[in-house]
Nanobody, 121 residues
Framework: QVQLVESGGGLVQAGGTLTLSCAASGTIFSINAMGWYRQAPGKQRELVALITEGENTNFADSVKGRFTISRDNAKNTVALQMNSLEPEDAATYYC???????????????WGQGTQVTVSS
């Protein structure tokens, strides 16, 4: 099985910076996309950012120019650096990874437990 563990959530003032990290462990043959979703109370979960194994990236329009995403394939980790944070960024952030656990097998999406980001103004 595969486990994703997030870290780095917390409290930050509007305009501040916070970096989230996620580490995947377990039976991992390869990982395609890794990234982050977020969900605020009363709202649908939305994709924030993702990065492929080839390091192509995709960002939500609301975070473009403020957030960056990176990955370390040797460590099976992904990080989200969030700059110029706004109150609207407050949410629970969930790491995901599309993992192949055997050669030639399918990819499955695994999720972390979530880490909370609170932005005060």
């Amino acid at each position: 099985q595969v486990q994703l563990v997030e870290s780095g959530g917390g409290l930050v003032q509007a305009g501040g910076t916070l970096t989230l990290s996620c580490a995947a462990s377990g039976t991992i043959f390869s990982i395609n996309a890794m990234g982050w979703y977020r969900q605020a109370p009363g709202k649908q979960r939305e994709l924030v950012a993702l990065i492929t194994e080839g390091e192509n990236t995709n960002f939500a329009d609301s975070v473009k120019g403020r957030f960056t995403i990176s990955r370390d394939n040797a460590k099976n980790t992904v990080a989200l650096q969030m700059n110029s944070l706004e109150p609207e960024d407050a949410a629970t952030y969930y790491c995901h990874a599309d993992v192949r656990i055997a050669s030639g097998g399918p990819f499955f999406r695994y999720w972390g437990q979530g880490t909370q980001v609170t932005v005060s103004s």
